[in-house]
Structure formats: C-alpha cells, structure tokens
C-alpha cells in the first residue's frame, strides 16, 4: 500500500510539473496536494506515519530534482507538501471521522462535511506556504509573496477536487467488494431509462460545450455562465457522477488553457491567469457537490420520514386493532373534552349498539362538542350526575379517578349495568385530555353483592343473653366480602366469644374466613379455648399452606359468674380491658397466628372483668385507620370507655375510624361490658 500511493503521489507531481504556464515557471495545477491527503487518509491509524512522510517529502524532492526545479531547490516543494498534507489529514481525522474510519472508503453524506474538506485544503495550504516562503527565502534572499499566494489557491483546489475523486473511487471499490461479497458481481443498475439521457448529456454535451466556449470566445474574460452546467448535474445526477463531471470539466477547463485557449488566457499575468484558472475549478467543484450532497441529505431525509410514517401508521393501525378488540372500553377525549377515540366496547357500554351513530352526534348546544355518550351515567344510587363528576371531567380538573363504579342506562337494555372507570391524564405535550378505561362489572358485583349476603349470614345473628352483661359487635368489610369475622357461643356459665383476621382481604380472605369459622365450630365451646386453637390450626395446615396465608385469632371464655377470662391470643394482640376507674389493660397475644409453625405450643391467659369493665376487641383495620401505631390506641381507648354502652363503644369505634376518611382494611369491634354483680 505504501509502495502504491508513493508511485501515484509521484505521478501526480510529475503530471502537475507538465502543466507550468509558458513564460513562467509555476504550475498550473499540482494533483499531488490532493493525494497527499488521501495518502495519509488511505494509511489512517495504521503504523510508521513518519516513513509515509519521508517517502512522500523524498519522491517531491526527486520529482523537482527531475524536472529542471535546480537540486539546490529540490526542498523547496518536499518540506512545505508533507507540513501540507500532514495538517489537513489532521483537520479531516477530527471533523470527518466517518471518511478518516473508513480510510477514504466512505463518500461524503452531508453538506458540513464537504465544508470540513474545503477547511482542510485551506488550512494545509495556509499553513505549508510560510514554510514554502521561509525556504524560498533562505535559499534566494527574495521572499515571492506571489507565488505564496498561488500555492494557496492552487493546493487547496487540488486538495477539494482530487480528495472529492479519491474518496469517491474508493466508496466504489467498497461498494463493488460489498456486492462481490453478497453473490452480486454484475453491476448495480442504478439508472432509469428516463435518466440515460441526463447522463449521456453529462459526458457528450458538456464537454463539447466547454470546448466550443473556449475556442469560441476565448477572447472574452467570461466562463462562469457554463457553472449552469455544474448546477444541472448536482441537481440531477448521482453524486459519484458528479464528482466525475467536475473533475472532468475541471481538466478540460485547465487542458484548453495549458494549449493557448479560453478566457483565462486573456488575464494578464502567470500568476494571476494560474489563480483564476484554479478558483475556478475549485468553485465548479464546490458548487457541484455541495448541490448534489444537499440533495442527498433531502432525499434521505424524504426517505426516513416516509419509513417513520409508514411505520407510524403500521403502529397505529396495529395499536387501533388492539384497543377495537379489547374487552374493556376506551374512551379519549381532547383538553376540551372532545371525544378522540372510543372503541367498540365503550360504545356498546356507554350507548349500546344502536345507538351508535347518535353516539357520534355532538350535544345540541354543547360549545366543546361533548358526545352524547355520557348522557346515560348516574350514581349507584340511581341520582344523575353533574358535570363535575364525570370521570374525565375530574381528571381534567386535577382530580384522580381509580375503579370508579357508574351506573349505566342504555336504551334498549333489559337494565342497568354497573360499569367501573379508571381514568388518567394525558400528556401536556401530546395536547393535553384524559383517557378513560370502562370495565362492565355488573356480575362481578352481583357475585360480590351474594358473597356479602352469604359473609353476613355467618356471622351470628342474635346476641347471647347473659344476666349482668352486654354484647355487641360489627363487622365492616374493606369491600364487598373480608376477611374478618367474629363469632359468640352461649355455653353453661358464660360465653365463649372469637375475634379472628385472615391475612389480606377480599373474597379470598373471605373463604378462608369461613372456612376458619366452620373449623371452630366443629369442635365444642367451652373454656378450654387453646385446645380449640390449636386443633383448628392443625385441621387447617393444608389450607392455610396452599394460599400462603395465617390467621390470627383472639378467643376468650367467660365465667359470667365471677366475671373470669380465660383467653388465647394467636399473634392478634389488640384487645383492651377498659376499667371502670378509667384506667385500661391490652392484653398482649401469647402465641404466634395459626399457620406460622404448626405444632408450637399454646398458652392461655387470665383476666377479670369487674363491674363497669368493658372488653374491647378490634382487627388490625381499626389500627391502621387511626395511625398504625400501638400508642394510637390511646384514642380508641379513650372514646370507647366513655360510651356507656357495649353497643355505643362499638358504634363510637367505627365512627372515629368513619372521620378519617380512609378505610384501608377490614373492620371488626367487639364489646363486652359487665354491668352487674
């Protein structure tokens, strides 16, 4: 590779050393400023740059030496070429990394970079020609700003035109290997019949045309109106022909003058007729392929937006079929409220099948052009909404609405469907709305509604009578169903009464509740209450196993007689003894929740209720209402023990939770007051 870019590089030097204007000594043109620099370009990061610099200041040198520059002056031109092609290999490494990668094998793609080119010869030149100058002076005492100048404008054409060839020469042999590579050797068919005579045009006409130019009117200082031809093929052909055209009009343009013909010819002086000649060439260059890079940089970028769209409208359909065959309804409405997209479920949902079209009828009146949609909304209770409360309306006021149940009247419908909403904001910046999803969960919660009535007829339905004691207790589930319960047994002497909380909530807390409660029942009441415990967590391992879930469960034995507790306690732990004196005891668990570690031991614990005393038990739900701590307990403490009344402490207790506002679980109070001897 080295041996191969030293004999070009030479024959480029001897090529531009034929081409010196006659009466002068300075060559016209000097192609091998241009392939220098895709001499280093084609060796980037490869090893021993200095021996490519000494071979190409060497073959500069031999090449001056040659051609009658005098051996005393061969440095003249071998020092300031490699400072040359050192400094805009430099520039194109660090601002067209795409060609400096791919050594030259990668053409230019956009605008910026043929601009990065032009700097580079620029700069090259700039800065070799003091050099050139400071040789020059040390060797003749005369410091030729002339021909300092002339090296600018000469190098940095040969730089911009031979750089654009080398580059595009090797993008094809790339481009040819590629194809080489994938099975396809014939050559790629890139022209239209429509274009064949654009091109025949390109290589025939336009240089007849510079020639009859030339020839006709050389004695007029005027070429520039044949640039037209250079704007018409970067408007039209491929960019590698282009790069072809210009250097081809470049050559005929300098080969007309280097033989006595053309405008340039008439511009009085050596120096100056070189210079013109050159920003010529290097203007056709410029022009031409800053045109057809442009175009390039349009065409793709046709291209992308049409790949973009394509796949837009591939998404979108796509997305359409998914949300048109979702069970579920979606309804998007604009910042205005508008409706954007409803699928076939929503409108089945909201306005029932015949009732399509209408549903697409603006509201008489209505200055948003609000559907008609909604218009069949009320509240479970059957009382019509208004128009802040409709799920989207909220959300664009800044409100939240999460499984929002709605009840919907249809025309047409046998009755109406309870239809849960969910909706949410849209982004600001993709115009700003909501979008709302409708779930028909009319079964469910009829499901639910029986799972309620069964829940609620397990729980006991009257109260045991017990002379001298009150008993009351409510259960309030976090749904429909808990997993709660509590459970009283009348027994000989007193009263054997169960507090019990299923891990989670819902209707599977609510079957193992039940099935909790039918265990216990099982067994016989009376006081031996940790023998009952501890056979209802044996005969519920599997269960309690399989749903990975415990239990815990407070159960106590009264002796109505002398007022004697005897309890267990598994892991439950939020039972009060409140005193008649004010004062309050909790009587801690003695023992971790059923389904924890089957086979533990099991405790009992006592206690004793006096005249006045009230025992107080809750779930855990009652806790994480009024704060989740144990000290937050105090409050519940404090309201229940000035009720008066079983009943009232009960209904105090889920009235302080009813202030909240919140009711993050299941709900279960039981009281037991001692009002006699």
């Not at 090529?15 to 895709?38: F, Y």
């Not at 094809?172 to 022209?191: D, I, K, N």
């Not at 701590?629 to 519940?636: A, K």
């Amino acid at each position: 590779m080295l041996a191969g870019f030293a004999l070009l590089y030479t024959a480029a030097a001897a090529l531009g050393r034929r081409t010196v204007v006659e009466g002068g000594d300075v060559s016209m043109v000097w192609p091998a400023a241009g392939v220098s620099v895709i001499w280093l370009v084609g060796r980037a990061r490869r090893p021993w740059l200095w021996l490519d610099l000494v071979v190409m200041a060497l073959a500069t040198a031999l090449v001056s030496g040659l051609t009658g520059t005098g051996w005393s002056y061969v440095l003249l031109g071998a020092v300031p070429s490699v400072v040359q092609a050192l400094a805009a290999a430099i520039v194109i490494s660090r601002r067209v990394p795409r060609v400096w990668a791919s050594r030259g094998r990668r053409e230019l793609a956009r605008v910026d970079e043929l601009w990065w080119l032009l700097l580079a010869g620029v700069l090259g030149a700039v800065l070799s020609a003091p050099v050139l100058s400071l040789m020059m002076w040390l060797a003749s005492g005369l410091w030729p700003t002339d021909v300092a100048l002339l090296w600018c404008v000469r190098n940095t054409v040969s730089i911009l035109t031979v750089g654009l060839l080398g580059i595009t020469i090797g993008d094809w042999r790339r481009r040819r290997a590629e194809r080489a590579a994938e099975g396809a050797l014939a050559p790629s068919r890139a022209l239209r019949r429509s274009r064949v005579a654009e091109y025949l045009a390109a290589l025939v006409l336009a240089p007849a045309l510079y020639v009859l130019w030339f020839i006709g009117f050389g004695d007029l200082a005027l070429v520039f109106p044949l640039i037209a031809l250079t704007v018409w093929a970067g408007s039209r052909l491929a960019t590698p022909f282009v790069v072809l055209h210009n250097t081809a009009m470049g050559c005929t343009a300098v080969t007309l003058t280097l033989l006595g013909s053309g405008p340039f010819v008439t511009v009085d002086g050596t120096t100056l007729q070189v210079a013109v000649a050159q920003l010529y060439v290097g203007l056709v260059s410029f022009i031409g392929m800053a045109l057809a890079l442009a175009r390039d940089e349009r065409t793709a970028l046709v291209r992308e937006l049409g790949t973009a769209r394509d796949r837009a409208q591939s998404q979108a359909a796509l997305l359409t079929t998914i949300v048109d065959t979702m069970s579920e309804g979606v309804r998007v409405v604009d910042r205005h409220g508008r409706v954007l997209v409803r699928n076939p479920a929503a409108t089945r949902l909201l306005v029932g099948v015949p009732n399509l079209e209408a549903a697409s009828a603006p509201t008489p009146g209505s200055e948003s052009g609000e559907c008609v949609d909604l218009a069949g909304l009320f509240r479970l209770d059957g009382t019509p909404l208004t128009e802040d409360e409709l799920p989207y309306r909220q959300v664009l006021a800044g409100g939240q609405v999460r499984d929002v149940d709605l009840l919907v009247r249809t025309p047409g419908s046998p009755g109406p469907r309870i239809v849960s909403f969910s909706s949410v904001p849209l982004p600001e910046e993709s115009g700003g709305g909501a979008v709302s999803v409708l779930r028909d969960v009319t079964a469910e919660r009829e499901e639910l509604r029986r799972a309620a009535q069964i829940q609620a007829s397990l729980l006991p339905t009257s109260i045991p009578t017990v002379p001298g004691y009150e008993l009351a207790a409510r259960f309030v589930p976090a749904g429909s169903v808990g997993g709660d319960f509590y459970d009283w047994q009348q027994v000989p002497g007193g009263v054997v009464v169960t507090l019990a909380d299923v891990m989670g909530k819902g209707p599977g807390a609510a079957i193992l509740a039940a099935t909790t409660r039918s265990v216990l029942h099982a067994r016989e009441a009376g006081p031996d209450v940790v023998a009952t415990l501890a056979a209802t967590e044996r005969a519920m391992e599997q269960d309690l196993a399989n749903a990975g879930a415990f239990v815990t469960m407070f159960r106590v034995h009264l002796d109505a007689g002398s007022g004697a507790l005897t309890y267990a306690d598994a892991g439950h732990g939020l039972t009060m003894i409140l005193r008649a004196d004010g004062s309050s005891e909790r009587l801690t668990a003695n023992g971790l929740p059923l389904g924890i570690v089957l086979g533990g031991e099991r405790t009992s614990s006592a206690a004793r209720l006096d005249r006045g005393d009230l025992l107080l038990m809750c779930s855990d739900g009652v806790l994480d209402a009024v704060g989740g701590s144990m000290s937050d307990l105090d409050r519940v403490v404090r309201i229940a023990g000035a009720a008066g009344s079983a009943d009232r402490a009960v209904e105090a207790v889920l009235g302080m939770v009813e202030d909240t506002g919140s009711q993050p679980d299941d709900l279960t109070v039981v009281a037991l007051l001692r009002t006699a001897r």
